[in-house]
């Protein structure tokens, strides 16, 4: 039944959640602003400044210290070029298009929720004198992410809060997939690749900036480094989607993906990280398309044919 047959009360509920949804846009497009304001204006003060000094990095291992350097890289530039707006009305027009707002609600309050978070918690913070890094954990670390919380990342956790209005009362007919398990196997596979590229690479240069960094500035290293994550993923049985039971199968067959489709998916990874600002910015694409996606599939994904499926056995 359409919208008119459901009488004052469902056309009341329909006017709602647009004007959440507007609201909501209007809301992540504050955040953006704010974050200009603290990149090139003078009004807001830096808070910290990306990269490590010393061999100590944040005062972790380098395996945490290039996590939080490509969180912080990856979060200024979202935030910076406007994806929490673009994020809130692309998911707007995808709960319109297909009628369920539900999981794409959940996506994307999840990934502003995300983007609230690291943006205080992956700087590196200086002390006082200028000098040294504050050890990540730290007392002194946490009061000064604490007192980096500010306005933007208020506005995208409103803004969150209102997309999960808008959506509360929406449908619930995709099925929600793994998202959270292929995240935690992306964390996974992503210390372990970082733990050896500094292993066997840290005399050229260490990943405390992160992968991202270390792919872009260290050119011969960068060659066998990326061949080092072809063949580690080009199997798609990771150590990562072995521990959150996980595999990659053909979208259409169901079944092991043959040679051809390993590697296209294999080679995302490395060869977008290898392009300077290019690629982060495709990366953050190819994400970001699970976020619509009916079967949260990303980007290459779809390009390869293949989907991650629960491995129940």
Same mark, same amino acid.
């Given at each position: ?7 004052? @009360? ?7 959640? !647009?004007? /959440? ?17 603290? =990149?090139?204006?003078?009004?807001? !003060? ?6 490590? *000094? ?7 291992? /380098? ?41 794409? +609600?959940?996506? %994307? /309050? ?14 590196? &913070?200086?002390? =006082?004198? +200028?000098?040294?890094?504050?050890? %990540? ?15 933007? #990342? ?13 959506? @509360?009362?929406? #449908? ?29 690479? %840290?005399?050229?240069?260490?990943? #405390? ?9 260290? =050119? ?11 063949? &580690?993923?080009?199997? +798609?049985?990771?150590?990562?989607? $072995?521990?959150? @039971? ?9 079944? @092991? ?11 995302? *990874? ?6 300077? =600002? ?11 398309? !699970? ?5 949260? $599939? ?16």
């Amino acid at each position: 039944m359409g919208t008119h047959g459901r009488g004052p @009360r469902g056309r009341r509920a329909c006017l709602g959640a !647009a004007g /959440a949804w507007a609201a909501a846009v209007a809301v992540a497009a504050y955040a953006t602003w704010d974050a200009w304001q603290v =990149e090139y204006g003078s009004s807001y !003060a830096f808070f910290g400044c990306i990269g490590s *000094f010393g061999e100590t990095g944040f005062g972790l291992t /380098a395996v945490a210290s290039a996590l939080l350097g490509d969180a912080y890289e990856v979060t200024q530039l979202a935030v910076l070029w406007g994806v929490p707006s673009i994020l809130v009305l692309a998911g707007s027009l995808m709960s319109a298009v297909t009628g369920n707002g539900a999981v794409v +609600g959940r996506r %994307v /309050a999840g990934l502003l929720v995300l983007l609230a978070i690291a943006g205080p918690v992956s700087p590196s &913070y200086m002390r =006082e004198d +200028g000098c040294s890094v504050m050890p %990540v954990l730290s007392g002194e670390w946490f009061r000064t992410v604490l007192s980096a919380y500010g306005p933007a #990342q208020s506005a995208l956790l409103g803004s969150a809060l209102l997309v999960l209005l808008a959506t @509360r009362t929406a #449908q619930d007919t995709w099925p929600s997939g793994s998202t959270g398990r292929r995240a935690a196997a992306f964390a996974i596979d992503y210390a372990i690749i970082a733990f050896l590229l500094d292993l066997f690479a %840290v005399r050229l240069s260490g990943v #405390q900036y992160g992968l991202l960094n270390w792919f872009r500035v260290n =050119e011969p290293a960068s060659l066998l480094g990326a061949v080092a994550a072809f063949q &580690y993923s080009l199997t +798609g049985l990771t150590a990562g989607k $072995r521990l959150m @039971r996980l595999r990659v199968v053909s979208a259409g067959t169901g079944h @092991r993906p043959g040679r051809s489709r390993a590697a296209i998916r294999a080679l995302v *990874f490395p060869a977008l990280v290898c392009v300077p =600002e290019f690629g982060l910015v495709v990366l953050l694409v190819d994400g970001l398309w !699970a976020t619509a996606d009916p079967a949260a $599939r990303t980007l290459h994904d779809r390009l390869a044919g293949t989907r991650v499926v629960r491995d129940l056995l």
